[in-house]
């Protein structure tokens, strides 16, 4: 008999490895039809930085191991992570056959508005996990408020920021992350 985190968590595993697959995907059929395509490394921090996303969710998702009582609108709520981040996996790689040049600047400043829209929710998710369900005091995620304000606002403007300013923020969120995982690096670790 499986318990009921066990049980929880496939589903949670399930839609982590679908975008977990989407990416790895991506980069497939990117390097298959590397002649064609014209690299944007901004592009490549987002790749890099949502991939991460998913295995950190998924890391995470075993801190709930103890959880006494699931309800299915707790369920649900913490399914709503793991569903965001497999659709910007989906939005940060063209689809479908395409001819000529796959150029992913055009790519990207196509579909920033979307990947930032998206990107946006994530740390308000993770904010609202935090406080009410992990206990942790509201105090200590005020900084993570910063990232979706710059992100909406961003995202919200009809004329694109200058390249420059994406540059920033593709760096910015690599940075935050690997800075993150180094700084706070006893907390990846898994006990049983």
Request: proline share 4%.
């Amino acid at each position: 008999m499986i318990s009921s985190f066990e049980y929880i968590t496939v589903l949670i595993s399930i839609i982590l490895g679908l975008g977990i697959t989407q990416i790895l995907t991506g980069i497939a059929d990117l390097i298959h039809q590397s002649k064609r395509v014209k690299m944007y490394w901004p592009h490549a921090l987002w790749v890099w930085v949502v991939l991460i996303l998913h295995v950190q969710d998924w890391w995470a998702t075993y801190d709930l191991r103890s959880f006494g009582a699931w309800s299915l609108p707790l369920f649900l709520f913490i399914m709503i992570y793991p569903v965001m981040l497999f659709v910007m996996a989906r939005l940060l790689f063209p689809f479908g056959l395409q001819e000529g040049i796959i150029d992913l600047k055009e790519f990207y400043v196509e579909n920033y508005r979307k990947i930032f829209a998206f990107g946006s929710v994530l740390p308000l998710l993770s904010i609202l996990d935090a406080v009410l369900v992990r206990g942790i005091e509201i105090e200590t995620q005020v900084a993570k408020l910063v990232l979706p304000i710059i992100l909406l606002i961003v995202a919200s403007r009809k004329k694109p920021f200058a390249e420059w300013v994406h540059q920033l923020i593709s760096v910015a969120m690599f940075a935050i992350l690997t800075v993150t995982i180094i700084v706070e690096w006893k907390e990846w670790i898994l006990s049983s």
